[in-house]
């Protein structure tokens, strides 16, 4: 059952340009919502977090909207830099549980 | 200011043999979380360990077992292992009073391939 869904497994983005990476979840009782990047051969990098009492985070160059109605969220990556190629995931957690669930990711090309 | 260490990095084994993996968090850091990622998907959640007890677990059999020392370093084991095992083993820490919206730090992973 998977209860974080990222729909897309990659996207391609000129420099410059806005990124847009979608995540989908199914269970009510999550309320925070976490982004990682995962570059080859390393762990994931935790890059921001919303609450589900808000609808917007932003970050510098990265910007995560959520819609409770939805149940989805996205994280907005602005102006798109080459460097900013990895694999993003999107992940949910459960005030009172202790586990973080995560999708299966896409992966970011950022075209110089 | 290291990081989550985890060793060792690459392992070959063979089915029905026995394993162990290790790790250290980050300092500060007093819960340990380890996940399994497999090919093409996102980590999947094994258990959680603070205060030397696991206290959740995911959907995996008992022969995935753990151990956290006062430490608060962590060991994965698993036994009679099986080709589906093979996969990226991460360990994430974490204080256990943080709030929601903190995220984990990872080590780079375990890369186990069973053959």
């Known amino acids: 059952d998977q209860q974080v869904k990222q729909n897309s497994p990659s996207l391609s983005v000129q420099e410059g340009r806005i990124s847009i990476l979608n995540c989908d979840y199914t269970?009510?009782?999550?309320?925070?919502f976490l982004w990682y990047k995962k570059y080859p051969a390393e762990g994931p990098t935790f890059l921001i977090s919303?609450?589900?009492?808000?609808d917007k985070n932003e970050d510098g160059r990265f910007t995560v909207f959520l819609n409770k109605s939805a149940k989805h969220l996205s994280l907005h990556i602005v102006p798109s830099q080459p460097g900013d190629s990895a694999v993003y995931f999107c992940?949910?957690?459960?005030?009172?549980?202790?586990?973080?669930?995560f999708g299966a990711g896409t992966r970011l090309f950022v075209k110089a | 200011d290291a990081g989550v260490t985890q060793s060792p990095t690459h392992l070959i084994k063979t089915r029905g043999q026995q394993v162990t993996l290790r790790c250290s968090p980050k300092s500060g850091h007093d819960t340990v979380s380890w996940y399994q990622q497999a090919l093409g998907q996102g980590p999947q959640f094994i258990f959680q360990?603070?205060?030397?007890?696991?206290?959740q677990r995911g959907n995996f059999p008992d022969r995935f077992s753990g151990h956290q020392f006062p430490n608060y370093s962590s060991e994965l084991n698993v036994n009679a292992l099986l080709l589906g095992d093979s996969a990226l083993y991460l360990c994430a820490s974490s204080p256990w009073d943080r709030g929601q919206g903190y995220g984990y730090t990872f080590g780079s992973g375990t890369r186990l391939t069973v053959v």
């Open positions: 919303i609450s589900s009492i808000k």
């Open positions: 269970n009510s009782m999550f309320d925070y």
């Open positions: 992940a949910a957690s459960a005030t009172g549980g202790f586990k973080t669930i």
């Open positions: 360990y603070y205060e030397e007890e696991e206290r």
